[in-house]
């Protein structure tokens, strides 16, 4: 089981987030990645393997984390950024995601 | 760069069976798994089962096993998920995923196919 924290943060553009993700056990390999969903889209990969930024991802997106406590770090939130990220292990069967962080306008 | 088209949004009503499709294209279709996810309105996402499409492995979560069969057409490129009988709470939109190995980061997503299942 993934847990997300907070359930909503509520920053300014040119803020700083830190997100987080916590497993019940072992991210096995460390292989969680994130993603970030706006409304009416399908979600889209930011990083993989806990700390490999996808190609395309901006360097303002960082992951950090190992075994069962992972972040993403934001170093200065976009308008584009506000949204719901998601955390997600494929290290064991079954996948599972996290139930989400919502990242709002202040 | 590959991508994945859906089938277009679904209304059914309870107990109707259904079947949506995904097909691959710009890659090579049987070297990748294709999963689906769930998003239930207002919800988060939900993993539901992955399948290869070279020799139709496929796994399950334990949440959705027994209620959709995960199939797959190597020689026309297109993953499915059917239900035999709808129910309201089978309302969603239903992605499906590419990736690299079973084991592996989701490269792409499809775009979507909603379903509404109201009586």
């Known amino acids: 089981v993934l847990t997300q924290s907070p359930g909503t943060l509520s920053l300014s553009p040119g803020e700083r987030a830190t997100l987080s993700c916590r497993a019940s056990?072992?991210?096995?390999?460390?292989?969680l990645a994130w993603f970030h969903q706006r409304p009416g889209q399908p979600p889209r990969l930011l990083i993989y393997?806990?700390?490999r930024r996808a190609a395309g991802i901006p360097d303002r997106f960082s992951g950090s984390g190992s075994g069962t406590d992972f972040t993403l770090s934001i170093s200065r939130l976009e308008p584009e950024d506000f949204a719901v990220f998601y955390c997600?292990?494929?290290?064991?069967?079954?996948?599972?995601f996290g139930p989400g962080t919502k990242v709002d306008i202040k | 760069e590959g991508q994945l088209v859906q089938s277009g949004a679904e209304v059914k009503k309870p107990g109707e069976s259904l079947k949506i499709s995904c097909k691959g294209s710009?890659?090579?279709?049987?070297?990748?798994?294709i999963g689906w996810v769930r998003q239930e309105p207002g919800k988060g996402l939900e993993w539901m089962g992955i399948?290869?499409?070279?020799?139709?492995?496929?796994k399950y979560s334990p949440s959705f096993q027994g209620h959709v069969t995960i199939s797959a057409d190597k020689f026309i490129s297109t993953a499915y998920v059917q239900w035999t009988s709808l129910k309201a709470s089978d309302t969603a939109m239903y992605y499906c995923?590419?990736?690299?190995?079973?084991?592996?980061?989701?490269?792409?997503w499809g775009q979507g196919t909603l379903v509404t299942v109201s009586s």
């Open positions: 056990q072992s991210v096995s390999n460390n292989y």
């Open positions: 710009g890659y090579s279709f049987i070297s990748y798994w």
């Open positions: 997600q292990q494929y290290g064991s069967l079954p996948f599972t």
């Open positions: 399948i290869y499409p070279g020799d139709s492995d496929t």
């Open positions: 995923v590419r990736q690299g190995g079973l084991h592996s980061y989701i490269y792409d």
């Open positions: 393997g806990a700390s």
